[in-house]
T-cell receptor, first 112, second 116 residues
Framework: GNSVTQMEGPVTLSEEAFLTINCTYTATGYPSLFWYVQYPGEGLQLLLKATKADDKGSNKGFEATYRKETTSFHLEKGSVQVSDSAVYFCATLSGGSYIPTFGRGTSLIVHP | NAGVMQNPRHLVRRRGQEARLRCSPMKGHSHVYWYRQLPEEGLKFMVYLQKENIIDESGMPKERFSAEFPKEGPSILRIQQVVRGDSAAYFC??????????????FGQGTRLTVV
């Protein structure tokens, strides 16, 4: 089955710092890749996605590029804000499977 | 996503009691997923249902846990004889009839179960 590995957190940054959260995956076929964000006390919300190799998903200043050769989908943001503090989940969904597989989540803490 | 409604938001049960968690999917969605989030363990798949049918329950513990999604009404995750290890956040997500590779699962705000 599919699996997703994320870097362990928490990741602690100062406001306006550059963010990278690493994600690698194993999957059958050609999966779609997702980043979800969970704010404190809330459910998960889709942040961005990419459905084929070399696609770049982007939203709210966050970006991630689907790298098939390295089976990676790292999340980046050029300048983080305090309001970006949350837990970020990388996920994969393979064709023919209806069940998204999530990583363990990476907590991001941004200080003013 | 506000469209998926879970209740209660917080549930406290004593050891040995039953816990019932409810999930109403988004309008037009006929498929429901249940996930459990334990501290330091991330999000673990439990069960995938469509109305009146369990499609995949490979993540459900074999004992004490059950799920249903009746023709009318919300999906129910039922935990009998709860133990302290059941304390977790339980999330429901819904999707249209087919969650394709382009699809997105919409999550509720979760039910936080505490067993005392």
């Amino acid at each position: 089955g599919n699996s997703v590995t994320q870097m362990e957190g928490p990741v602690t940054l100062s406001e306006e710092a550059f963010l990278t959260i690493n994600c690698t995956y194993t999957a059958t076929g050609y999966p779609s890749l997702f980043w979800y964000v969970q704010y404190p006390g809330e459910g998960l919300q889709l942040l961005l996605k990419a459905t084929k190799a070399d696609d770049k998903g982007s939203n709210k200043g966050f970006e991630a590029t689907y790298r098939k050769e390295t089976t990676s989908f790292h999340l980046e943001k050029g300048s983080v804000q305090v309001s970006d503090s949350a837990v970020y989940f990388c996920a994969t969904l393979s064709g023919g499977s209806y069940i998204p597989t999530f990583g363990r989540g990476t907590s991001l803490i941004v200080h003013p | 996503n506000a469209g998926v409604m879970q209740n209660p938001r917080h549930l406290v049960r004593r050891r040995g009691q039953e816990a019932r968690l409810r999930c109403s999917p988004m309008k037009g969605h006929s498929h429901v997923y249940w996930y459990r989030q334990l501290p330091e363990e991330g999000l673990k798949f439990m069960v995938y249902l469509q109305k009146e049918n369990i499609i995949d329950e490979s993540g459900m513990p074999k004992e004490r846990f059950s799920a249903e999604f009746p023709k009318e009404g919300p999906s129910i995750l039922r935990i009998q004889q709860v133990v302290r290890g059941d304390s977790a956040a339980y999330f429901c997500a819904s999707s249209p009839p087919s969650l394709t590779r382009d699809g997105e699962a919409f999550f509720g705000q979760g039910t936080r179960l505490t067993v005392v």
